[in-house]
């Protein structure tokens, strides 16, 4: 079979892809939990054993090798959406047994390896179908898939499920047919993918573009020119932002007295769930349209600051505790949209990084350290929050900030890189 040209079929196959690769992340780390809250699990397990659940997504890049080393990436995410498949079912159909919280909780983490595995195969696949300049111009639009993705599974299967809890009277027998049918949502969207995205590693990709062994595509990675000042600058990127997801929602929901604003909980999940994501999606867009146009270097400082910047709006809205309306909306709005924006410029320098023969594999390490810097600030972030009061907490996110703009100064990266003028088709 010939060359399947690059980019072939992008706007199709990539909302798909991402969509697919989201849907089993928000139902294994979040929906997991409301699961097992409406089932009667106490918090204390509940707390314990969901957030042992996100542990594939930080450790994925240990396996990430064998995704480089054998078949196609193409066919290992079409396996591992299967698995996920597989594995809601299992959840669906063992819940109404007495010992399901065992049970269902060995399928959670079977969706968890099996779903980390799909973001390494199917992220992979991107920088292999896409040409430098796609990959800049999409990230955008695949970024709002998989937030789609996110009120699909957090939002209309939790609705869902709450539907059926009240026709029924049976919370078990309710989340039960939920966890079916979000099994049959994977099952489609992996029969979907089957049919759009291309075979392009049938060609000579499929041996250019692989390492020859396991212990080189570690060494490869660390041997990178600039890697410790690159990884600092990841681990650093998001360390405000990556307390302040964590803490903005209990802020607006905790009362006057302990320094909150009061909201109720369908206000804030309105806010969030509404114009929150609708901001940041138009955010991420517009990064991703505008870094193709001009490449990374005039949008790298500006995306930063517009991640961060906005953050000092929660400190503001803290300190006065003004529950205006307007005021916490535009807040959110602004917050929301910096993050969307600034995000965008972290994935392309991301996708940077993972240049060379062993993308799929340096990208999945990448992420890896991506995630390990979201997730020991935010397991920290409730502490420093108590400890300093909501008026603090955010003043320090905001000072969090600045350890990122230091190492921007030291970082060397092509000017043009990811510029729709600069195809190198890699």
């Known amino acids: 079979m010939g060359n399947i040209p690059k980019d072939k079929g992008a706007w199709a196959w990539i909302p798909l892809l991402y969509f697919t690769q989201g849907i089993p992340y928000i139902l294994v780390v979040t929906v997991s939990v409301i699961m097992y809250k409406r089932l009667g699990i106490g918090n204390a397990e509940i707390g314990l054993y969901t957030s042992w659940l996100y542990l594939p997504w930080v450790i994925k890049p240990l396996w990430s090798p064998l995704v480089d080393l054998n078949g196609t990436k193409r066919k290992w995410f079409l396996g591992m959406q299967f698995i996920v498949a597989l594995s809601f079912l299992g959840i669906g159909l063992f819940l109404p047994s007495n010992s399901f919280f065992i049970i269902t909780l060995a399928f959670f983490w079977m969706a968890a390896f099996a779903s980390a595995t799909n973001d390494i195969a199917s992220d992979g696949y991107y920088m292999i179908g896409l040409t430098q300049k796609k990959q800049s111009f999409f990230i955008g639009l695949r970024s709002t898939f998989y937030r789609l993705a996110m009120v699909t599974g957090q939002g209309l299967l939790v609705i869902f499920a709450g539907f059926l809890e009240h026709k029924y009277g049976d919370n078990t027998k309710a989340w039960s047919m939920t966890m079916i049918c979000a099994a049959v949502l994977m099952m489609v969207l992996t029969i979907s993918n089957l049919f759009v995205a291309p075979k392009f590693e049938v060609s000579q990709n499929k041996t250019t573009e692989k390492p020859t062994s396991f212990s080189e595509v570690f060494s490869s990675f660390f041997k990178k020119n600039q890697i410790w000042v690159a990884l600092l600058f990841i681990l650093t990127y998001r360390l405000g932002e990556s307390q302040l997801v964590k803490m903005a929602s209990p802020f607006l929901l905790d009362t006057l007295e302990v320094g909150g604003l009061g909201y109720s909980t369908e206000a804030v999940g309105t ?3 509404t114009v929150g994501v609708i901001m940041l999606s138009i955010g991420g867009i517009m990064g991703g349209i505008l870094i193709s146009r001009d490449g990374l270097k005039k949008w790298m400082l500006p995306m930063l600051l517009a991640l961060n ?5 929660y400190a503001i809205l803290a300190v006065t505790q003004s529950t205006s309306l307007v005021a916490v909306v535009g ?4 917050e929301q949209f910096g993050y969307g924006f600034g995000f965008a410029a972290f994935l392309i320098y991301l996708i940077y990084v993972a240049e060379g023969v062993s993308k799929t594999s340096h990208y999945a390490i990448a992420t890896g350290f991506m995630a390990l810097g979201m997730m020991i600030p935010g397991m920290l972030s409730g502490y420093i929050q108590e400890w ?9 996110v905001v000072i969090a900030a600045l350890p990122a703009f230091l190492v921007l100064k030291y970082l060397k990266y092509p000017e043009d890189y990811g510029k729709k003028t600069n195809v190198s088709d890699a």
């Open 388 to 396: 300093l009061g909501y008026d603090g907490f955010f003043l320090w």
């Open 309 to 313: 910047l906005p953050n000092a709006l």
């Open 271 to 273: 806010i969030y769930g």
């Open 331 to 334: 807040t959110v709005v602004i």
